[in-house]
Antibody, heavy 120, light 106 residues
Framework: EVQLVESGGGLVQPGGSVRLSCAASGFTFSAYWMHWVRQTPGKGLVWVSRIKSDGSSTSYADSVRGRFSISRDNAKNTLYLQMNSLRAEDTAVYYC?????????????WGQGALVTVSS | SYELTQPPSVSVSPGQTASITCSGDKLGDIYASWYQQKPGQSPVMVIYEDTKRPSGIPERFSGSNSGNTATLTISGTQAVDEADYYCQAWDSSTVVFGGGTKLTVL
């Protein structure tokens, strides 16, 4: 059974940093692109970042480029999102998501989400 | 940047057919996917690559994509289908979601 379990969320002050982790199991983690998608409470889904299966390529949404960094450790089956210079508008539930295709991009498995609240 | 537009809400009577549209420039030239999200839950993929249903998704869910519009169709809509639905596409290395449609089963 595929499982994605996020951790590391919580309350952080504006300008602060936090690192999210996503522990993957039930599939060959090193074979899949992975993404982070966020959702502000009561609002829609917004793509944040993605990383290639071997970690050699990354992409970011304009709103987080230069502040967030995605990485992975295939030996530990874990995906990360380092979030720096946080702003109130970064407050959201962050989902770790598996990309079911290396060429098309669709999200076949989602984690339960980690809430990050940016507030003083 | 690429944008996908969905109606904010759609209402349907039980047993009837619900259609949720997703519009984007030349959307038919790229693949669209659809996700269902119920309150307090993570999204679930119901359609991928325009028309394909993942294992475990009921046959009443179907999709199409042509021109500038992708459509999610739910035939014989049931009360359990009441949820938010999001379309998604991939364009020029950027993933885009529609704003979401709240489906109400009256």
């Amino acid at each position: 059974e595929v499982q994605l379990v996020e951790s590391g969320g919580g309350l952080v002050q504006p300008g602060g940093s936090v690192r999210l982790s996503c522990a993957a199991s039930g599939f060959t983690f090193s074979a899949y692109w992975m993404h982070w998608v966020r959702q502000t409470p009561g609002k829609g889904l917004v793509w944040v970042s993605r990383i290639k299966s071997d970690g050699s390529s990354t992409s970011y949404a304009d709103s987080v480029r230069g502040r967030f960094s995605i990485s992975r450790d295939n030996a530990k089956n874990t995906l990360y999102l380092q979030m720096n210079s946080l702003r109130a508008e970064d407050t959201a539930v962050y989902y770790c998501v598996r990309d079911g295709s290396a060429t098309v991009t669709f999200f076949d498995y989602w984690g339960q989400g980690a809430l990050v609240t940016v507030s003083s | 940047s690429y944008e996908l537009t969905q109606p904010p809400s759609v209402s349907v009577s039980p047993g009837q057919t619900a259609s949720i549209t997703c519009s984007g420039d030349k959307l038919g030239d790229i693949y669209a996917s659809w996700y269902q999200q119920k309150p307090g839950q993570s999204p679930v993929m119901v359609i991928y690559e325009d028309t394909k249903r993942p294992s475990g998704i009921p046959e009443r869910f179907s999709g199409s994509n042509s021109g500038n519009t992708a459509t999610l169709t739910i035939s014989g809509t049931q009360a359990v289908d009441e949820a938010d639905y999001y379309c998604q596409a991939w364009d020029s290395s950027t993933v885009v979601f529609g704003g979401g449609t709240k489906l109400t089963v009256l």
